[in-house]
């Protein structure tokens, strides 16, 4: 339980039925004098559990879809958890920008097609990451200043299908990707770490976070996902974040932020054999993360395309419209076929303009005879 002393905090979960909202819940369950829920929305899938939860916590306000979500991020709290799944996320993530809430920021992909647009509107300090590997970052980027800082490394677990050839990933199946050797996550946060997406995207995440180059991020593979990210400072020191896989932390962590939660979930346990490995990624064979660097390094509308087309062609694969391997080769083509906007400042209608013509580009793909 909390100190007598911590104030409680008052919590909007958006996405409340899914992964990340079901664990948030959990958080605030077994730290009541912590936490008390002022809002909850969900989209809309879920609408038995959705209103248990309502029954449960009795929030201010509650409701379903994503103008309820954006609603609900204005409402006076102390913190949102946006953990919406999608680009339909960002209107929530701006509306509690522009509110002055404190965002824990779980929905990657609105940062990501929002780029400086959800940036401009942050107040320093105003965005907490709950992706497991930003948190461990922000953690690690306390024991030095931003000029000691040499390389952010993003850990990945290389997914179901880790050492596979290109050529072995053709006749995946949706039930196969779904199948992740270490993580519980919703559908598409799981297939997106079967093609490596997931990465891709949190290699933006991690430079519009904190602001590091991308030829000074890397990623690596670690199978047993303990080591959530590491940071290289100039001396040679390398200082990692350690946990068993559980979202518990860094969710607890991002709703209590900058302290922590005492007792969330079990650490380690160092008084048993540990053996950490760590592999370079293969490109090759999972090309998403050298796709999602490159459209981050051109900037503008082409990170919000590489999510578009993204979340297009996983939901072609779900249906079996569409193979595993062709994802990523229906996201790299509708990227090379996308006229970057010249002008140096975008506006919201110009990024929801790309996103519209990415999802269009990438169904017409999908669907014209191959």
């Not at 916590?57 to 509650?62: K, R």
């Not at 030829?215 to 990692?240: K, Q, W």
Request: net charge negative; hydrophobic share 45%.
């Amino acid at each position: 339980m909390a100190p007598p002393e911590t104030p409680r905090r008052d919590v909007v979960i958006l996405g409340s039925t899914g992964s990340v909202g079901t664990q948030a819940l959990d958080v605030v369950r077994s730290d009541p004098d912590r936490f008390r829920v002022v809002g909850l929305t969900a989209g809309g899938a879920q609408t038995e559990l959705f209103e248990a939860q309502v029954a449960e916590f009795s929030p201010a306000y509650s409701g379903l879809g994503a103008d309820a979500s954006a609603e609900a991020a204005a409402q006076p709290c102390d913190v949102v958890l946006n953990g919406i799944t999608g680009a339909v996320g960002l209107s929530a993530t701006l509306s509690a920008l522009d509110a002055d809430n404190t965002l824990a920021l779980a929905n990657k992909e609105s940062l990501i097609m929002g780029g400086p647009l959800v940036l401009e509107r942050a107040k320093p300090g105003q965005i907490v990451p709950v992706d497991s590997e930003h948190s461990a970052l922000a953690q690690c980027l306390r024991s030095g200043t931003a000029d000691e800082v040499r390389r952010l490394v993003l850990t990945a677990s290389g997914g179901p299908f880790r050492g596979r050839r290109r050529d072995e990933l053709v006749d995946v199946t949706v039930e196969q990707a779904m199948a992740h050797p270490t993580w519980d996550m919703g559908p598409v946060v799981t297939i997106n770490s079967a093609t490596l997406v997931n990465k891709g995207l949190e290699v933006i995440e991690a430079h519009l976070l904190f602001g590091i180059p991308y030829d000074r991020i890397e990623v690596v593979v670690h199978p047993t996902s303990v080591v959530h990210s590491m940071v290289e400072f100039v001396d040679g020191s390398t200082l990692a974040q350690a946990s068993p896989p559980t979202m518990r932390i860094p969710i607890a962590l991002a709703l209590a932020w900058p302290d922590r939660v005492p007792d969330t979930a079990p650490p380690v346990d160092w008084s048993r054999p540990n053996t950490w490995e760590f592999l370079p990624l293969d490109d090759e064979a999972f090309p998403a993360v050298s796709l999602a660097r490159d459209a981050g390094i051109t900037g503008q509308t082409a990170p919000a395309v590489y999510n578009a087309a993204n979340e297009v062609a996983v939901a072609a694969f779900r249906q079996g419209r569409l193979g595993f391997v062709e994802i990523i080769d229906t996201v790299a083509r509708v990227l090379g076929s996308h006229d970057v906007p010249s002008k140096a400042a975008l506006s919201l209608d110009d990024v929801l303009a790309a996103d519209a013509w990415a999802r269009a580009e990438a169904s017409r793909l999908i669907e014209r005879p191959r």
